[in-house]
């Protein structure tokens, strides 16, 4: 059986589940930047064709029932977090990353990037304070396709 879905009913923060069960639908945090998904659940497939830009979060509510609250789950990221002590230590470590093409995500004071031991071992020998854990984001990372040189 599929099931068309073209919005969200809410979110489990806000959602009224009650004494329903909870279905959760485990997707990476790249699925965040999809229009179009295909979800497989208890009750059959679920097809996500969302208009404009509405995009799918963790906790977003896709199905509810008498019986049943079915959402998404944003599985965890293997990230690093920096903490740069200063506007200088921030602007190295980002141009440091951006020469190398990697998508940032920032937090407040902090550098979100995905988990690699190359950016590891950039974050040490800068010494910049960081942490490595694993965390659900609440937006993904964003690679910029457009094409430049250089020069």
Known sequence: MFRRIEAVLGNLATFPVGARTVERLPVASSAMTRRLLRLPSSIGDLGLMLEGELRIRDGDVLVADERRVIAIEVVPEDVLIAYPDSIGQAVEIAH????????????????????????????????????????????????????????
């Open 96 to 151: 440091a990353f951006g020469n190398r093409h990697i998508p940032v995500i920032r937090e407040g004071d902090t550098i979100v990037v995905s988990y690699a031991a190359p950016l590891e071992e950039l974050l040490e020998r800068s010494g910049v304070r960081y942490e490595r854990r694993a965390q659900v984001l609440e937006r993904p990372f964003v690679y910029a396709h457009a094409p430049h040189t250089h020069a």
